[in-house]
């Protein structure tokens, strides 16, 4: 069965935000698109370490990005 992709993004990037991280990959047709933290290079750590696809630090610009589909607030 083929499902079709969401592309979901995490607002936080602390405890609760890893668990969805890890947990996200195995989320039938779940695609971590994007991670947001108020500090630039915790943000790209994040990326990096779990896989996302782009870094934030202003909500802004994550929220106006049309290859977000859904949002996660883990803060």
Known sequence: MTSKQI?????????GAETHAIELPHV??????AVF???A???EAFRARYGAK????DRAELLADPE???VI???
């Open 41 to 43: 290079e915790k943000a």
């Open 37 to 39: 933290a108020r500090n």
């Open 54 to 57: 782009k870094a934030y630090s």
């Open 68 to 70: 977000i589909d859904a």
């Open 28 to 33: 039938e047709g779940a695609v971590f698109q």
């Open 73 to 75: 607030i883990v803060t």
């Open 7 to 15: 592309r979901f993004a995490l607002i936080g990037a602390g405890m």
